[in-house]
């Protein structure tokens, strides 16, 4: 079974947390991405930006903005942590596909350290993701809340 994320983008406009509609960032399936943003089926071994953190105290609730956050490992991550970040700084990406058995292959395994590809985070994460932070900045995005299904 797959995991895919669930996010908003949200701003505060006098004192109160707001969803801002019709933008779901970080939209696509990504074991690599979702490692980064909160350690979650981390098969690449990538140091996470944030362990979870819970939804914020002060979010809007799910039902009212019609938006589901999924069912597990949710958090949120201000623009200026993702803004603030080395992206181009080196990576070690561990995760590649072990044979376990005669036509059985894993695609989800991590390698021991010093045997994974080097990259930066630039790349490991891609385009998508960049053009993502961008669309955030130019909505005047605060923060991002998202959470994983299973």
């Not at 990538?46 to 039902?63: K, M, T």
């Amino acid at each position: 079974m797959g995991c895919d994320i669930h996010s908003r983008a949200e701003k505060c406009v006098n004192g109160k947390w707001l969803v801002i509609p019709g933008f779901e960032p970080f939209d696509w399936r990504s074991y690599g991405m979702y490692g980064f943003l909160a350690d979650v089926r981390n098969y690449s071994a990538v140091p996470p930006l944030s362990q979870p953190r819970g939804l914020p105290n002060d979010a809007p609730p799910d039902e009212e903005e019609g938006i589901w956050l999924g069912d597990h490992s949710f958090s949120r991550l201000s623009l200026k942590e993702l803004t603030a970040f080395n992206y181009d700084q080196p990576l070690e990406d561990r995760r590649y596909t072990r044979q376990e058995a005669p036509n059985y292959f894993n695609g989800a395994a991590t390698a021991e350290p010093g045997n994974g590809k080097m990259t930066t985070y630039r790349e490991f994460l891609g385009e998508a993701f960049f053009k993502d932070l961008q669309r955030l900045r130019e909505m005047g995005a605060e923060r991002v809340v998202f959470g994983f299904d299973s």
